[in-house]
């Protein structure tokens, strides 16, 4: 079974520009998550999407936005960069069943940075 | 604020040593998992404890998940310098489907 695969790898934009990045769950798997990761504040939840609606969301600004398709696969956009937006995004799929027993596995990442 | 604190945050050894990482909060989880990342990559997942006082051992690693679902610990019998890395412990406040991380543990081993 294929992984979680994000594209891009790496992501090189300026200051005002916009960007957007693309998730691919493990098949059967119907949530995302998205993350944003720095050394200074670790890894951050961004928003979750489960069946192309977003179902919970963490303390980023609306610049910050993502959307889920039927099949599953997710998309986030960031716009009006900032210089502090370059990070590594992380993007989590789950089988979303029963919360007691629900595992996230991750993707590779999409390293960007913000000049 | 729900907070997972997980410490301590650097660790460097020498090879052969035994370590504990430690993840604590006042939330309570319906499952906790361990990762560890490399540098660039995302993190893979160890393992997921789910019962409180459950014990999991993969090979030379064993995860205990607390009685009260509130914490958690990671050793590392005879660590290895390829378990170098970054662990990172994650929970699933219970009731929800919201994850919470924890700041991370850096692992330099030694040869």
């Known amino acids: 079974k294929a992984g979680v695969t994000q594209t ?3 992501l090189i934009k300026t200051r005002g520009q916009q960007v957007t990045l693309s998730c691919s769950p493990i098949s059967g798997h119907r949530s995302v998550s998205w993350y944003q990761q720095t050394p200074g504040q670790g890894l ?3 928003f979750e999407y489960f069946s192309e ?3 919970n969301k963490g303390n980023f600004p609306g610049r910050f936005s993502g959307r889920q398709f039927s099949n599953s696969r997710s998309e986030m956009n960031v716009s009006t ?3 502090g937006d370059s990070a590594l995004y992380l993007c989590a799929s789950s089988l979303a069943g029963t919360s007691s027993y629900n595992e996230q596995f991750f993707g590779p ?3 960007l940075t913000v000049l | ?7 301590p945050q650097f660790l460097s050894i020498q090879e052969g040593e035994n370590l504990t990482v430690y993840c604590n909060s006042s939330s309570v989880f319906s499952s906790l998992q361990w990762y560890r990342q490399e540098p660039g990559e995302g993190p893979v997942l160890l393992v997921t404890v789910v019962t409180g006082g459950e014990v999991k051992k ?3 690693l064993t995860f205990q998940f607390g009685d009260a679902r509130k914490d958690s610990s990671l ?3 005879a660590a290895q310098p390829g378990d170098t890395g970054l662990y990172l412990c994650a929970g699933c406040i219970s009731g929800t489907y919201k994850y919470i991380f924890g700041t991370g543990t850096r692992l330099k081993v030694l040869a």
């Not at chain 2, 604020?1 to 410490?7: A, G, K």
């Open chain 1, 44 to 46: 951050q939840f961004l």
């Open chain 1, 81 to 83: 960069l900032e210089l």
């Open chain 1, 109 to 111: 990442g999409t390293r």
């Open chain 2, 58 to 60: 993969l090979k030379r």
């Open chain 1, 53 to 55: 609606t977003q179902r």
């Open chain 2, 1 to 7: 604020t729900q907070l997972l604190e997980q410490s």
């Open chain 1, 8 to 10: 891009p790898r790496y």
């Open chain 2, 75 to 77: 050793h590392i019998t």
